[in-house]
């Protein structure tokens, strides 16, 4: 039987988890051994960063697993923060993980030693270098056709990687000059520690509801606006929740249509959205037309067809208008 295209997105968004297990797995042995036989200290950091790799990533399988379970009596808006909830948790892997890197380069750096055999340093971290661009453009392929906040979550974290090892590699290069390999170590941790900032940022972002980009917001204000029937809208709200998308607003219609009429075409709207977004979680309250001049019935902005967005982008606040 052939599969929906949100079965089919589900799909795609675990093969991409697998992946990112089976790479980080791999990664890790081959750089295990590699750091084995050279004591580089950049070796030993990319190697710290993949054994966080198989942590996060078995937490974001399992995230996206329990994240694309379909709504319960006990959580009616489905289970999407789960992959938010678990991008959050991979962040304070990650800046753990930066914080023992920078202590273990300052310590080489203090009392440096030098690194063995680095041409076979070499070839571990270029092997490292051409899997792990592989899954990343493997992923990239994923979050654009899924929109997966915990895919894209991986996928900063091994696109820091590919920077990371690019600077071991350069270190190993140099390697006779040895306090290059400690610097690039330490380097290397900064740079983790600030992905964990910002993949923290984000995460938190998703689990406090922060309304969609302007762009997304631009599109629903036309799709609604669209339908010839439909007078305006208010109190916009969105947000994403993992994989959905959360759509809310109450749609402005005649004082006297009829009430299978306004059901009509709210689903109209409905349906013109689901067109653009998926399968959106989509509330729509119809309301009277004459209701708009009530300041204290709306909480947030007003988009009408009378109504011209101003140069600011927005348009009065029920407050401001008389």
Request: hydrophobic fraction near 50%; proline fraction near 4%.
């Amino acid at each position: 039987m052939r599969l929906s295209e949100s079965e089919q997105k589900a799909q795609l968004t675990r093969w991409a988890t697998y992946a990112s297990v089976a790479v980080a797995v791999f990664l890790l042995l081959l750089k295990l051994w590699g750091w084995w036989m050279t004591g580089s200290v950049g070796l030993l950091a990319t190697l710290l960063d993949s054994a966080v790799d198989i942590v996060a990533s078995v937490t974001i399988l399992l995230a996206v697993r329990l994240a694309q379970q379909p709504p319960d009596n006990e959580h009616r808006f489905g289970h999407g923060k789960a992959e938010p909830l678990a991008a959050f948790a991979q962040s304070i892997f990650i800046a753990g993980s930066a914080l023992y890197l920078i202590v273990y380069a300052v310590d080489r750096l203090l009392e440096p030693e030098p690194v063995r055999a680095p041409e076979l340093g070499v070839w571990v971290m270029a092997g490292a270098m051409l899997l792990t661009f592989l899954l990343v453009a493997f992923q990239r392929y994923v979050v654009r056709v899924t929109g997966s906040t915990a895919v894209m979550a991986d996928s900063w974290h091994y696109m820091t990687d590919l920077g990371a090892n690019a600077a071991v590699l350069v270190g190993l290069l140099l390697a006779a000059y040895g306090w290059i390999d400690a610097t690039l170590g330490l380097l290397i941790g900064a740079l983790v520690g600030y992905q964990a900032v910002r993949l923290a940022l984000n995460s938190a972002n998703q689990l406090l509801d922060r309304e969609l980009p302007e762009a997304d917001r631009d599109a629903i204000r036309d799709i609604i606006l669209s339908n010839p029937s439909v007078e305006g809208f208010n109190d916009l709200r969105t947000y994403r929740s993992g994989p959905k998308v959360m759509i809310q607003f109450d749609l402005e219609l005649e004082d006297m249509m009829c009430l299978h009429k306004a059901h009509a075409i709210a689903e109209e709207v409905t349906d013109a959205l689901h067109a653009r977004f998926g399968d959106a979680d989509i509330s729509v309250h119809q309301e009277p037309l004459s209701f708009r001049h009530q300041p204290g019935h709306h909480q947030w902005e007003i988009e009408s067809k009378s109504c011209c967005r101003q140069a600011c982008g927005d348009c009065c606040h029920p407050s401001d208008r008389q």
